[in-house]
T-cell receptor
Framework: RKEVEQDPGPFNVPEGATVAFNCTYSNSASQSFFWYRQDCRKEPKLLMSVYSSGNEDGRFTAQLNRASQYISLLIRDSKLSDSATYLCVVAREDNFNKFYFGSGTKLNVKP | EPEVTQTPSHQVTQMGQEVILRCVPISNHLYFYWYRQILGQKVEFLVSFYNNEISEKSEIFDDQFSVERPDGSNFTLKIRSTKLEDSAMYFC?????????????FGQGTRLTVV
């Protein structure tokens, strides 16, 4: 079983739509959770860390459900500039030797 | 804001040649990583480096690969006898590890093309 699994995508949505991405992780020792954004042929850039209580940054909301080993990212009022691949990334407790990447979910926001 | 820098941005090499990819991690970070991404595929872990030694490596990171931190600031990935299938984007990353901001920060990548 893969360490991190994501919705395959692509998600094609109109501007202004709300879109949600899901991610599941297999190892219960996972402790740190992140969403990264990757534009075509560019490096992954941190979008937000995911905290136990859930957190919000402008139009972006991240949720963590430890019981179900599930992470989500909600984007409200989608902009054209949100078009990218969104990567779910996980690190294990007390082990920062490796960040585990999901395969990414591609988002296309259309005018 | 501090950033991870990588050089060169693009490297073209002939099959069988050796290449060295260079990275300058963020200065107060303790963990250093190399990842690669073949075009259209997912980001794959190669190796991590902590306390001046390899702390973890993937099955991809075989004897063809080596890493070094020669001078306390640079972090290099050497690929010996390159193969066509080594063509990919190679990303360097660094992290403080445990702490308030444990996330990894990535350099802009080196696009390696083996011909």
């Amino acid at each position: 079983r893969k360490e991190v699994e994501q919705d395959p995508g692509p998600f094609n949505v109109p501007e202004g739509a709300t879109v949600a991405f899901n991610c599941t992780y297999s190892n219960s020792a996972s402790q740190s959770f992140f969403w990264y954004r990757q534009d075509c042929r560019k490096e992954p850039k941190l979008l937000m860390s995911v905290y136990s209580s859930g957190n919000e940054d402008g139009r972006f909301t991240a949720q963590l459900n430890r019981a179900s080993q599930y992470i989500s990212l909600l984007i409200r009022d989608s902009k054209l500039s949100d078009s990218a691949t969104y990567l779910c990334v996980v690190a294990r407790e007390d082990n920062f030797n490796k960040f585990y990447f999901g395969s990414g979910t591609k988002l296309n926001v259309k005018p | 804001e501090p950033e991870v820098t990588q050089t060169p941005s693009h490297q073209v090499t002939q099959m069988g040649q050796e290449v060295i990819l260079r990275c300058v991690p963020i200065s107060n970070h303790l963990y250093f990583y190399w990842y690669r991404q073949i075009l259209g595929q997912k980001v794959e872990f190669l190796v991590s480096f902590y306390n001046n030694e390899i702390s973890e490596k993937s099955e991809i990171f075989d004897d063809q690969f080596s890493v070094e931190r020669p001078d306390g600031s640079n972090f290099t990935l050497k690929i010996r006898s390159t193969k066509l299938e080594d063509s990919a984007m190679y990303f360097c990353a660094s992290s403080v590890g445990r702490g308030a901001r444990p996330e990894a920060f990535f350099g802009q990548g080196t696009r390696l093309t083996v011909v």
